[in-house]
């Protein structure tokens, strides 16, 4: 998978300035200096420079979150499909709805039903999102159909997972394998496939200046 710092650093400050918006937030700083990265603007960032082509995020019980802006964000610089699955409860219209407020409804493939269903028939997943508080989530982890040249699988929601696997488990065994615990929310956990030992130009910086 390509790294573009360019469509990184778009998708980055793009996803900033939503979450500004969304939350109010101030921020702005008063000296140069690196402006540490949240989990909205991280993982767009990460989507979109990785170039992913096929995206996806399994929800539990609710509807668009701030992740669902981030990667619809990302898709808008890689040019990639992003499907996003519901809980049965939740209506596609009003979702759809909520994105129009940051010109976004036009990017994600809302779909209800089984995920576990409908992932099994896709092939090269580059980017995945996975909320642990998805009851199948362990099935999905040993069915989904991940790049092997270069994705990323992030689950969310650690503290809801119980004793099951995380991704990195069940594929430790494989080369070119990294894996990562943040503390981000109730806990995330970031495996990357397809893990070069060349990561000098997958870095970029955002400053901000008065």
């Not at 993982?43 to 619809?72: C, D, F």
């Not at 596609?92 to 089984?114: P, R, T, W």
């Amino acid at each position: 998978m390509k790294w573009s710092p360019q469509d990184a650093m778009k998708a980055y400050l793009h996803t900033l300035q939503l979450s500004k918006i969304q939350y109010g937030q101030d921020c702005t700083l008063g000296t140069t200096k690196l402006i540490q990265p949240q989990y909205m603007e991280f993982l767009s960032a990460l989507a979109a420079g990785n170039q992913a082509k096929v995206m996806v995020q399994v929800l539990s019980n609710e509807g668009v979150n701030p992740l669902t802006i981030a990667l619809a964000v990302a898709t808008k610089y890689c040019e990639g499909r992003f499907i996003c699955f519901l809980d049965q409860q939740e209506d596609i219209e009003n979702c759809k709805a909520q994105l129009s407020c940051y010109d976004l409804e036009d990017a994600v493939e809302f779909m209800h039903g089984n995920p576990c269903e409908v992932i099994i028939k896709l092939k090269k997943i580059d980017f995945a999102v996975i909320d642990c508080k998805f009851k199948d989530h362990l099935r999905l982890l040993q069915i989904i159909d991940v790049n092997p040249r270069g994705s990323v699988v992030v689950l969310t929601n650690l503290v809801r997972k119980g004793n099951g696997a995380g991704f990195g488990e069940v594929v430790r065994e494989k080369r070119g394998v990294e894996c990562v615990t943040l503390s981000i929310g109730e806990g995330m956990e970031l495996t990357r496939i397809g893990v070069t030992c060349n990561h000098e130009n997958k870095r970029f910086h955002v400053t901000s200046e008065n």
